[in-house]
């Protein structure tokens, strides 16, 4: 069997910006796992927005979850790697955020 990873991004397609997620997404989603996927969820905005939208449980819920446009990445309700970035700032995306998101799945990728 191929090994699937689905990401998907909180505002937008998980839920309506800025709104909790539905009980239908949420079963969705939670469904995905049984089916050969591993899920994991990315967003610009810090964990505590993450969580309010997802649910408190949403870094136990998920394998992955990056949150802080990828600064910050949890993998199995355990922090993988985090940039010592607390919030972030436009200024602070660019050319280098890229660079940061590749090295995080860098590094949980061989964790396991």
Not at 2 to 18: N, Q, S, W
Not at 29 to 52: C, F, N, Y
Not at 53 to 76: I, K, P, T
């Amino acid at each position: 069997m191929p090994k699937i990873l689905a990401l998907f991004d909180v505002d937008g397609t998980l839920t309506v910006p800025r709104s909790t997620i539905t009980p239908s997404m949420q079963s969705f989603m939670d469904a995905l796992p049984s089916r050969g996927v591993t899920v994991g969820i990315v967003g610009g905005s810090d964990l505590e927005k993450q969580r309010e939208q997802l649910g408190e449980d949403a870094c136990e819920r998920y394998e992955f979850s990056f949150s802080q446009n990828g600064l910050v990445a949890w993998r199995g309700g355990k922090v993988g790697y985090a940039s010592g970035a607390r919030k972030t700032k436009q200024r602070d995306i660019g050319p280098r955020a890229h660079t940061d998101r590749t090295s995080t799945f860098e590094k949980l990728k061989t964790k396991n």
